[in-house]
């Protein structure tokens, strides 16, 4: 029964050798030549070759971001937007991490010159507008840090002042004395 539902045949229905119908042909792109033949092996060639280029030119461009005179200010920008709302542990590590590798005087005295940052003036521009938009982030951060901390000492607040002030005994026995003053 179970041959017939999953139409398989006995032993001796398959000396043809045919496919079924239902069986297709897979596509071109995975025929013996491309697997096997000198076509699959340029085309695997020109993947690997293709994927090395990207990762040299990727690294030469970290290369050109790490070596350009702003690239300590954008560190400091960024250290800086990470202290926002950080616990007193995580704000030393990060100082320390500034004064082991002295980055202030890094920072002061590469953006002290007064001449072209670099020779690649789109790299000056994006370090420029990176630096810019992380000093208005930690801005950004710290307003809406200082805000939520306002709200929850307020929250804190009320709450603190809801739990002292109603004292449950000393409400009932004013209501006590203010209805029966003979009791008391």
Do not use: W
């Amino acid at each position: 029964m179970e041959e017939i539902m999953y139409e398989f045949g006995g032993y001796s229905d398959n000396h043809d050798l045919e496919a079924p119908e239902y069986f297709e042909c897979p596509p071109e792109a995975f025929s013996d030549e491309e697997l096997f033949g000198s076509a699959g092996n340029t085309r695997s060639l020109e993947i690997i070759s293709a994927t090395n280029s990207s990762i040299v030119e990727e690294e030469n461009i970290q290369a050109k971001i790490s070596s350009h005179p702003l690239y300590t200010k954008l560190l400091l920008s960024y250290l800086d937007c990470r202290k926002v709302g950080a616990p007193h542990e995580i704000v030393d590590m990060l100082d320390n991490i500034v004064q082991e590798n002295d980055l202030h005087r890094r920072s002061i005295s590469s953006t002290a010159l007064n001449q072209p940052i670099s020779d690649d003036s789109e790299l000056d521009d994006f370090m420029v507008t990176y630096c810019d938009v992380l000093a208005k982030l930690k801005l950004d951060l710290g307003r809406s840090f200082n805000e939520a901390t306002t709200f929850l000492n307020d929250i804190q607040t009320q709450l603190t002042n809801l739990s002292t002030t109603i004292n449950i005994s000393d409400f009932i026995s004013k209501r006590l004395f203010l209805k029966h003053p003979r009791l008391l």
